[in-house]
């Protein structure tokens, strides 16, 4: 009996998308995956990444158009969120798989036979979940799912779910198991057009196609204090405030204190010299800043490049706590600093630069001579939260920033489990040029809106 | 007494620092008396200021009265909004360091030495400091001026044979402008080129902690 009609490219993405959250940051492969963010309903909150540098898009022939909330990205700003652990899902079109979640990608072999990795490998190797996309079998009629790659890998171990024309395999230690069939199909013509042996899952099931509509959490937070309600004691802690008071997140500095979390290390550039500089202070005020945390004495070790005050007789509260042993320092050259946390943000273990070499800082630090000169090995921080200061967020979590107030900001965002931005105000996705966004909600867990009329001074 | 005599003050150094910028330049000051090299640029030259504030092209400090906390230089001054300025998280304005784009960088120093090893974040004696950006545009810039007093607070050389404090960077400094003299940092060592006006080759000297070579061609202080 000739089995029954195959799915149509449109149904295979469907059934892709049924595996996405809201929430979800799914980076998609060329080929069959660009369909998938046109199958998505509206609101679905689910988060598209094309490698070709878009966040947030659905496709329109051959170009991809943002949605509102859309972000156009750098390519490696794009790959960077794949390494960096920022994307759930990846979805490629292998042009054969095996057993084990091993992949061809379907650029390397099918059209020019020469090795075109592209973003595959970085799609196989970033996210925390990889669903491949294909048809059943070539145009010859042979399976796509084989024992032997014979085109070259892209990805070793890297599926996790292979979606078809025909059913739905999972990669499981001991091989394939089928999960679903197409309607119609039965378990026998699938493996009869599968390379390999498949094991049958005892619920076993039919393909389906409809997506709930969800609606996509909210990021926005009405309180300061509730956005931290999960810091906890001996968390490593990121806060922005490059020396004044522009893009220093005083609410989340104050939600902070109240929060009374202990034992706390800091990454920061300076640990508290606003109160010292007073720039824009009004008389008889004290500027809010990091110093607030040392004065409560949460704070156990600063990780940071301008601890201190720049006037030795005028001593910063983070200063005296030193001078007291009450708190270790960490000192970083300052684009060290910011380096560290790209690198982390993106991924990047460790990275060598010259800053340093030969000084103090390099001192317990493996170092290396390239072209006859010296780079020390720093590595790249993260953190457990980053509260970080914006200008304008839309509900999306994508954020914009004023003037030089972004120079910490928007390097941290990327670096912690749970960013949180204090921002002037929060609008609707497409308020926001996509063109001018700086940090992509990809970034951005949480959102606070600093209340009118908040005053940076006490 | 050399001590006795009048020294140039921080604005004549400044305005010396500002004759080494290269028009159409790359230039980032450091704190202190390189702050004050932006306002003596020369007529009709074109430098362009970097802040690892994270601005590009800025322009002088903001007047009284119309501050605004989102428009700071490295010092966490304010700045005045002038057309062209161009904005930048910390890792792409220490990039631009690194990765050679910035021409000149001026710093204060707290010491340099015969080798030209630059000493100007910690003073022992208060066991903590500020690195802020100085190592990267140790590291970076395709030069560093140093702009400083000659001598500390006791009298005592800043330029010495080896520093005795935290080193910044090694064999980083091109060019030593002070309140008393112009030395240039050569592979052979140290160079006086110019003299504060009224000081001696041998005053100036006597109050370096380094041999100086002399130029065939040292002259007074140019402005």
């Not at chain 1, 979800?24 to 988060?47: I, N, Y």
């Not at chain 1, 619920?203 to 609606?215: A, I, K, Q, V």
């Not at chain 2, 080494?20 to 362009?48: A, C, H, K, Q, R």
């Amino acid at each position: 009996m000739p089995p029954a009609q195959r799915l149509s490219d449109d149904q295979i993405a469907r059934r892709v998308a049924r595996e996405l959250s809201p929430g979800q940051v799914v980076a998609l492969g060329f080929g069959l995956p660009g369909l998938v963010p046109g199958v998505l309903p509206e609101r679905t909150g689910v988060f598209c990444l094309s490698e070709s540098g878009a966040l947030g898009y659905v496709n329109a022939g051959q170009t991809v158009k943002l949605r509102p909330g859309g972000t156009p990205l750098g390519l490696a700003e794009a790959v960077a969120m794949l390494r960096g652990g920022r994307v759930d899902c990846a979805v490629v079109q292998p042009a054969q798989v095996n057993a084990a979640g091993d992949f061809s990608h379907w650029t390397t072999a099918a059209t020019t036979g020469v090795f075109a990795p592209g973003a595959g490998l970085d799609l196989a190797a970033g996210p925390k979940r990889v669903i491949a996309m294909l048809r059943h079998t070539a145009e010859d009629g042979s399976p796509n799912i084989v024992p032997e790659l014979t085109f070259p890998v892209d990805g070793i171990n890297a599926l996790h779910l292979i979606i078809t024309d025909i059913a739905v395999l999972s990669v499981i230690p001991r091989g394939l198991e089928l999960m679903e069939v197409a309607p119609g199909w039965r378990a026998d013509d699938v493996s009869a057009l599968t390379g390999v042996p498949l094991r049958r899952n005892p619920d076993m099931g039919e393909m389906t196609f409809d997506m709930e509509p969800s609606r996509f959490p909210s990021k926005v937070f009405s309180e300061a204090r509730d956005a931290l309600h999960d810091l906890s004691d001996g968390a490593t802690v990121m806060i922005d405030g490059f020396a004044g008071p522009g893009g220093m997140p005083h609410c989340l500095l104050v939600a902070l204190r109240d929060h009374g979390a202990r034992d706390l290390t800091m990454i920061s550039n300076t640990a508290g010299i606003a109160r010292i500089t007073n720039f824009g202070t009004p008389p008889g005020k004290l500027a809010i800043d990091h110093s607030i945390l040392i004065d409560s004495k949460q704070i156990k070790k600063a990780i940071a490049s301008y601890p201190v005050s720049p006037s030795a007789s005028r001593p910063s509260a983070f200063e005296l706590a030193y001078r007291r042993g009450e708190v270790e320092l960490e000192l970083v050259p300052q684009g060290t600093l910011a380096e560290r946390l790209r690198a982390g943000g993106a991924g990047v273990a460790a990275f060598y630069t010259p800053t340093g070499a030969g000084t103090l800082i390099a001192q317990g630090k493996e170092t290396r001579v390239f072209n006859g000169k010296e780079y020390v090995l720093e590595k790249g921080l993260r953190a457990d939260f980053c509260l970080i200061r914006g200008h304008k967020a839309d509900t999306m979590g994508n954020v914009i920033y004023k003037g030089t107030s972004r120079n910490f900001n928007s390097v941290m965002a990327p670096a912690a489990r749970v960013t949180v931005v204090e921002v002037d105000e929060v609008v609707e996705p497409g308020m926001l040029d996509s063109e001018q966004i700086v940090t992509p909600g990809v970034y951005i867990s949480r959102i606070v809106v600093r209340p009118p009329g908040f005053s940076p001074y006490e | 007494m050399a001590e006795q005599k009048a020294r140039l003050d921080r604005d004549v150094i400044a305005m010396r620092v500002a004759k080494e910028l290269p028009d159409g330049g790359y230039v980032n000051l450091g704190i202190g008396i390189p702050t004050l090299v932006s306002g003596f640029v020369t007529e009709g030259s074109m430098v362009f200021f970097h802040s690892e504030s994270g601005v590009l092209n800025c322009g002088p400090l903001a007047e009284e009265g119309h501050e605004d906390i989102d428009l700071i230089n490295a010092g966490g001054q304010f700045l005045q909004p002038v057309p062209g300025m161009a904005f930048f998280n910390s890792a792409e304005g220490f990039a631009m360091i690194r990765g050679g784009h910035v021409d000149v960088t001026v710093l204060g120093a707290h010491q340099v030495s015969a080798k030209g090893d630059l000493a100007n974040w910690m003073l022992p004696d208060r066991g903590v400091g500020n690195i802020g950006g100085a190592m990267d545009l140790a590291a970076g810039a395709k030069a560093v001026i140093v702009a400083m007093e000659h001598t500390d607070r006791e009298n005592q050389p800043k330029i010495v044979q080896e520093c005795t404090y935290p080193i910044t960077g090694h064999g980083c400094v091109t060019l030593v402008i002070t309140d008393l003299a112009v030395i240039r940092c050569t592979a052979q060592g140290l160079v006086l080129e110019e003299v504060a006006p009224g000081w001696t080759v041998a005053e100036v000297q006597a109050l370096t902690g380094a041999k100086l070579a002399v130029s065939a061609q040292v002259k007074e202080y140019q402005l």
